[in-house]
T-cell receptor, first 108, second 114 residues
């Protein structure tokens, strides 16, 4: 079945640095979604992408829907301590598939 | 007020007990889902429902059942809880208005089976 490979699994960065993470698949998707999850809480939708090549920003976050429809990336610029959490991607093709998450740690 | 609510938020129970987790939404979405999340793993789909009369099994439905009481309510039951069902459970909703589909999650229920 379709699988989403998300990388990196974890990141340790300094406050102010930029962050990049991505999801790839061997199959195509019609929608890519990026979520942030804080410990013990539900995932919160950050960015939704609906068209191949689409580039969308939400504040310091920017995400792109890959041209091949098999990948997506999320960038966070000028990270701050409250960016700490787990970020994961989701792809939609008939049903939703989820990446296993990127755990982000930000050192003040 | 939250668009997707789950009750209870935390539950500790014993092996063999029947447990019901409830989900309500005010988003007006037709589609509702139940997921399970284990530490370090991605979300696994248990059941989903595209409308009140439509119930479908997900990847890991064994040991679980669901009921879609109304468009806004979707409950998950563990008929006889076992320890390996200890996990975080999330309800989610989506609709396809406008030709797109985006999922929104509830805050989760942390279930511990002793």
């Amino acid at each position: 079945g379709q699988q989403l490979n998300q990388s990196p699994q974890s990141m340790f960065i300094q406050e102010g640095e930029d962050v990049s993470m991505n999801c790839t698949s061997s199959s195509i998707f019609n929608t890519w979604l990026w979520y942030k999850q804080d410990p013990g809480e539900g995932p919160v939708l950050l960015i939704a992408l609906y068209k191949a090549g689409e580039l969308t920003s939400n504040g310091r976050l920017t995400a792109q829907f890959g041209i091949t429809r098999k990948d997506s990336f999320l960038n966070i610029s000028a990270s701050i301590p409250s960016d700490v959490g787990i970020y994961f991607c989701a792809g939609l093709f008939n049903k939703f598939y989820f990446g296993s998450g990127t755990k982000l740690n930000v050192k003040p | 007020d939250a668009d997707v609510t789950q009750t209870p938020r935390n539950r500790i129970t014993k092996t063999g007990k029947r447990i019901m987790l409830e989900c309500s939404q005010t988003k007006g979405h037709d589609r509702m889902y139940w997921y399970r999340q284990d530490p370090g793993l991605g979300l696994q789909l248990i059941y989903y429902s595209f409308d009140v009369k439509d119930i479908n099994k997900g990847e890991i439905s064994d040991g679980y059942s669901v009921s879609r009481q109304a468009q806004a309510k979707f409950s998950l039951s563990l008929e006889s809880a076992i320890p390996n069902q200890t996990a975080l459970y999330f309800c989610a909703t989506s609709d396809t208005l406008g030709g797109t589909d985006t999922q929104y999650f509830g805050p989760g229920t942390r279930l511990t089976v002793l």
